[in-house]
């Protein structure tokens, strides 16, 4: 018996939990690093590691996103995207759930400034 406790305790010196998503808040300003992607006719950031975008306290303004891989980015000038297209850069901007029918993932980012890594 106290050889299997021993074993337990040894093997779960070794487990290391998952780790834990980064949480961004919706309606805030965001800087995010990733590699920009074209899908469709739009644009998405594929970022790093998974992370997760909620409402800000005590509002609802949009469902929360968990494990998020990939954010879609919503330029001013869509054509300012092109020299990014499969580049890892820097951007940063506004945060906001989807709204309407041009917004296809589940977390948006309003960019207002993009940096090549």
Not at 25 to 52: H, R
Not at 100 to 109: D, H, Q, T
Request: aromatic share 6%.
């Amino acid at each position: 018996m106290i050889g299997k406790v021993l074993w337990l305790v040894v093997a779960a010196a070794f487990i290391r939990p998952a780790a834990a998503e980064t949480c961004l808040i919706f309606d805030t300003p965001a800087t995010v690093q990733g590699k920009v992607a074209a899908v469709e006719d739009y644009w998405i950031l594929q970022v790093p590691k998974p992370l997760c975008v909620d409402s800000p306290p005590g509002d609802d303004l949009g469902t929360p996103a968990h494990n998020v891989q990939d954010i879609q980015l919503v330029f001013k000038d869509t054509l300012a995207a092109k020299p990014f297209t499969d580049q890892n850069v820097t951007v940063s901007g506004h945060l906001s759930p989807p709204h309407g029918n041009f917004n296809k993932r589940p977390v948006i980012l309003e960019v207002e400034t993009v940096k090549k890594q």
